[in-house]
Each structure stands twice: as C-alpha cells, then as structure tokens.
C-alpha cells in the first residue's frame, strides 16, 4: 500500500512539473505561425528576438503589436511600407522584407 502512494505520488509529480517547465521555457508569446492565403506559412519566434536579439517586450508590444495572435492585419503591403514587421525588417535593424532571397526567411 505505501509503495502504491509513493508510486502514484510520484506520477503526480511528473505531470506536474512536465507542463510547468514547458511553460517556464516559453518566452513571451512564443512561436507564432500566421498563414496568409496565397504565400507559405510565415513563422515568428519569440525566443529569437527577445533572447536571440535582446529585444524589449516593450519594443513591439504595443506600438506595432498587440499581444493577441491576429490582432491587427498585417499584409505584405504595409509590411514593405515599413510597418509591422518591417518596422525592423527594412535592411537596418533587420533583413530586408524587400530583397527577393529573404522571403523565405519569413515564409517557410
Ligand atoms: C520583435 C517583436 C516582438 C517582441 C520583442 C515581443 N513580441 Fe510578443 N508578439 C509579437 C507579435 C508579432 C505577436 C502577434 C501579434 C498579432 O498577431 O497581432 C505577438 C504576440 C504576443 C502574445 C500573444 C500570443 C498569442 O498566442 O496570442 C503574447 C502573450 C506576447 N506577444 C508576449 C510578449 C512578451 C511577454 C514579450 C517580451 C518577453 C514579447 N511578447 C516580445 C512580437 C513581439
Ligand atoms: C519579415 C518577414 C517577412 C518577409 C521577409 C517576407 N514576408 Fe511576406 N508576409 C509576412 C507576413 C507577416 C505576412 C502576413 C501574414 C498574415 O496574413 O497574417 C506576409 C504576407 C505575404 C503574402 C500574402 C498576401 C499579402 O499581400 O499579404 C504574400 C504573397 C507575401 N507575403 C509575399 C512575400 C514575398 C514575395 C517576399 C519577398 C520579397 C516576402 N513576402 C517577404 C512576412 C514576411
Ligand atoms: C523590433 C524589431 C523587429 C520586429 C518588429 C520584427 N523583427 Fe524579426 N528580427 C529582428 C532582428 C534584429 C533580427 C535579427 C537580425 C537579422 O536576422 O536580420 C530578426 C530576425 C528575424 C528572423 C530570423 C530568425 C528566425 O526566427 O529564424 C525571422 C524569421 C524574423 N525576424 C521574422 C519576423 C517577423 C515575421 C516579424 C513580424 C511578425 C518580425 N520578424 C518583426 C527584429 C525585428
């Protein structure tokens, strides 16, 4: 009998700590995927920017972004205009939206 409680204890334990660790590694909202109807799934990642490039939350959120998935609408127009990701992605800050060798950097 106490093997028993040591031993469902223990599973507890595990499926506790398991999502909790993954939530700890998650940097503010993650990897992001938007999918635009006539162009490949574009990818954003969180981690990337924030400890890959030092980032700010307060960099993006909230003067280009909400933190909400889909909370503005973003098109390739307005981004090669230098808005939303192209606030950076303009060639200075960070690669250029407009150069035809990037674009699968973004869509993959
Ligand atoms: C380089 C820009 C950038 C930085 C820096 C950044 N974010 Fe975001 N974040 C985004 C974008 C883009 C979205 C999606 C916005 C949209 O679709 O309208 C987003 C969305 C989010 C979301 C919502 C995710 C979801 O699934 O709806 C959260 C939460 C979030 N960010 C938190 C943070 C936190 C916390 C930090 C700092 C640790 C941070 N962000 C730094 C760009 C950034
Ligand atoms: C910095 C990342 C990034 C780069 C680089 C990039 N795109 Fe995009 N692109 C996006 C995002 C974000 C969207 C909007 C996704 C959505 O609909 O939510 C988008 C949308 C699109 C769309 C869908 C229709 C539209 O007008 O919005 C097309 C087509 C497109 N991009 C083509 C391109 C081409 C061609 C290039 C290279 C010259 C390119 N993109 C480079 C991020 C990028
Ligand atoms: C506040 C500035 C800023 C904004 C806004 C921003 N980025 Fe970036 N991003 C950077 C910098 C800086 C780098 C690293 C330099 C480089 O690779 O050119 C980078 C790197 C990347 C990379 C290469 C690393 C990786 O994740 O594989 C991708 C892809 C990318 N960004 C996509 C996006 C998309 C999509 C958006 C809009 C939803 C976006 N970025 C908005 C600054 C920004």
Do not use: W
Request: aromatic share 8%.
């Amino acid at each position: 009998m106490k093997r028993l409680i040591i031993v469902s204890m223990a599973v507890v334990l595990v499926c506790l700590t398991v999502p909790f660790s993954a939530f700890a590694q998650k940097v503010g909202g993650g990897d992001l995927t938007f999918t635009p109807k006539n162009a490949a799934p574009v990818v954003f990642s969180h981690e990337k920017h924030v400890n890959g490039q030092g980032l700010k939350c307060t960099g993006c959120h909230y003067q280009i972004f909400q933190m909400a998935q889909g909370s503005y609408k973003m098109d390739m127009n307005k981004i090669t205009k230098g808005d939303f990701c192209g606030k950076c992605h303009n060639g200075q800050k960070g690669f250029d939206v407009k150069e035809p060798k990037n674009c699968v950097r973004c869509h993959r």
